[in-house]
């Protein structure tokens, strides 16, 4: 069954603490995006990778960071620098011609 | 900067109305558009990709149209029902290279049995 995970579904956080959500896909996309919507809006860019080992930062990069390790993961560290990390957090990957998009983590900051 | 504005922001109509919601960019010079649905708390489903040298898709009961000169899209959704209820997102690719896609805020559509 082919298609992006992401997990936790829920995530509470404490003022001051890095909290990292895992993205997983097995569609074998060299791409992945994330995303953060805030209620009522649309999605604005983070980060994204092109490829293994090579990522870029969005429009709105500042207190996040990623890693890329592997084809199928993209994990998203929200650190203590992010001023105001309470959002909908969603991962997509694409394999060209349009972008597949995980079910979402929302985190809560505490 | 590309920015893509979304009008209404929300629409609540009886069922069996045909509706017709608004997506309008800035920059004309796109690769393609994209209408997705995303329902509460859920991630985004794509409905239509409309290729920049295309004027419209269909799909079922929705159509997409394209007006690139003028900047501008519409999602038509014909007899709507309840489980058309969602939120409606259009997002521009700006070039064949990179996937990279900007997003309007989105319609919220309430369709009332």
């Known amino acids: 069954d082919g298609g992006i995970t992401q997990s936790p579904k829920y995530l509470f956080r404490k003022e001051g603490q890095n909290v990292t959500l895992s993205c997983e896909q097995n569609?074998?996309?060299?791409?992945m995006y994330w995303y953060r919507q805030d209620p009522g809006q649309g999605l604005r860019l983070i980060y994204y990778?092109?490829?293994?080992?090579?990522?870029q930062k969005g429009d709105i990069a500042e207190g996040y960071s990623v890693s890329r390790e592997k084809k199928e993961s993209f994990p998203l560290t929200v650190t203590s620098a992010q001023k105001n990390p309470t959002a909908f957090y969603l991962c997509?990957?694409?394999?060209?011609?349009?972008?597949?998009f995980g079910p979402g983590t929302r985190l809560t900051v505490l | 900067k590309q920015e893509v504005t979304q009008i209404p922001a929300a629409l609540s109509v009886p069922e069996g109305e045909n509706l017709v919601l608004n997506c309008s960019f800035t920059d004309s010079a796109i690769y393609n558009l994209q209408w997705f649905r995303q329902d509460p708390g859920k991630g985004l489903t794509s409905l239509l990709l409309i290729q920049s040298s295309q004027r419209e898709q269909t799909s079922g009961r929705l159509n997409a149209s394209l007006d690139k000169s003028s900047g501008r899209s519409t999602l038509y959704i014909a007899a709507s029902q309840p489980g058309d209820s969602a939120t409606y997102l259009c997002?521009?690719?700006?070039?064949?290279?990179?996937?990279?896609?900007?997003f309007g805020g989105g319609t919220r559509l309430m369709v009332k049995p």
């Open positions: 569609l074998n996309h060299d791409a």
């Open positions: 997509a990957s694409s394999g060209g011609v349009t972008q597949y």
């Open positions: 990778s092109q490829i293994v080992n090579d990522f």
């Open positions: 997002a521009v690719r700006q070039d064949s290279a990179g996937n990279m896609l900007t």
